[in-house]
């Protein structure tokens, strides 16, 4: 589960993982882009729903 989620004034939405302060989702509306840090450094894009996600 992440720890925070934050909503800019474009409505752009980052949430963060308990484990590090980098944003590994992020989106606009309705859609949100996760970015998966793996072991290389690579990122991996997903297409995942943003409706049940509380912004504080």
Known sequence: MPERVERDKDNHY???SNKTELPVLWGN???????KIEQYGKYE?????????PVS
């Open 45 to 53: 894009q997903d297409n995942v729903l943003v409706k049940s996600l």
């Open 14 to 16: 980052r949430i963060y």
């Open 29 to 35: 509306g309705n859609k949100i882009i996760s970015l």
